[in-house]
């Protein structure tokens, strides 16, 4: 294994050209859906609620209905595809590293650490 650079040595930003655009945007859709859940939940007031007193509000049959379709197709998903395409970001990180001859990972005694060195 080649020796590690210097601290601060070939590291860089990734150039625009090198950056994946198509990551950036679902990346982007992501928070937003993140965002608009969270919204929906903590903007209804509902949340702040004894438990008594939320289930004593009876939800209109259009509001639940409503509900129900918001827990099936939004709640949590968001957060599902940002923690994806972290993970995908994370990994393709690791990859430039390897591939400009600069180890991800080292393992001691102590532990494997990750270094957090870009291409």
């Known amino acids: 294994?080649?020796?590690?650079?210097?601290?601060?040595?070939?590291?860089?930003p990734v150039d625009v050209s090198e950056r994946v655009t198509l990551l950036d945007v679902l990346r982007g859709f992501a928070l937003c859906g993140v965002f608009v859940a969270n919204s929906f939940v903590w903007f209804s007031g509902r949340i702040l609620l004894p438990r008594e007193q939320a289930q004593a509000l009876a939800a209109p049959p259009l509001e639940a209905v409503v509900s129900s379709l918001f827990n099936f197709f939004v709640n949590q998903k968001f957060v599902t595809l940002f923690a994806f395409l972290f993970?995908?970001?994370?990994s393709i990180q690791l990859t430039r590293a390897e591939a400009g001859?600069?180890?991800?990972?080292?393992?001691?005694?102590?532990?494997?650490?990750?270094?957090?060195?870009s291409a």
Do not use: I
């Open 1 to 12: 294994m080649p020796p590690a650079p210097a601290s601060g040595a070939n590291t860089r």
């Open 87 to 90: 993970g995908l970001g994370f």
């Open 101 to 117: 001859g600069r180890p991800s990972f080292r393992c001691t005694r102590d532990g494997c650490w990750c270094c957090w060195a």
